[in-house]
């Protein structure tokens, strides 16, 4: 069983940045692909950003890429999500997900196996 903590939500002015961490519980983190996902009110939960279980490969919505960066810290026990270049439409509750050990990262939320509360970012205009 894995156990998500998101957290470093927040309101941000557009342009700005903000990091968003979740630490997991669990042994097997280390081997352990992680997304985040973000969910806008009224719109379904949409795949933002992936890395598998040492972080040499990672994929990236389009509409973040090259402003989002995920990155994992397995001595941490953590992921991170540098977002840079804020938009008022990154305004969400963003998730972190994990997939069961030994399984990959999906893009759809309903393949991914364990889930945060999440955390709310706000960027006002």
């Known amino acids: 069983q894995v156990q998500l903590v998101e957290s470093g939500g927040g309101l941000v002015q557009a342009g700005g940045s903000l990091r968003l961490s979740c630490a997991a519980s669990?042994?097997?983190?280390?081997?352990?692909?992680m997304a985040w996902f973000r969910q806008a009110p009224g719109k379904d939960r949409e795949f933002v950003a992936a890395?598998?279980?040492?972080?040499?490969?990672?994929a990236y919505a389009d509409s973040v890429k090259g402003r989002f960066t995920i990155s994992k810290d397995n001595a941490k026990n953590t992921v991170y999500l540098q977002m840079n270049s804020l938009k008022p439409e990154d305004t969400a509750v963003y998730y972190c997900?994990?997939?069961?050990?030994?399984?990959?990262?999906?893009?759809?939320?309903?393949?991914?196996?364990?889930w945060g509360k999440g955390t709310l970012v706000t960027v006002s205009s």
């Open positions: 669990g042994r097997t983190f280390s081997g352990t692909a």
């Open positions: 890395s598998n279980w040492n972080g040499g490969r990672t």
């Open positions: 997900a994990a997939a069961r050990y030994g399984r990959s990262w999906s893009r759809i939320a309903d393949d991914m196996d364990y």
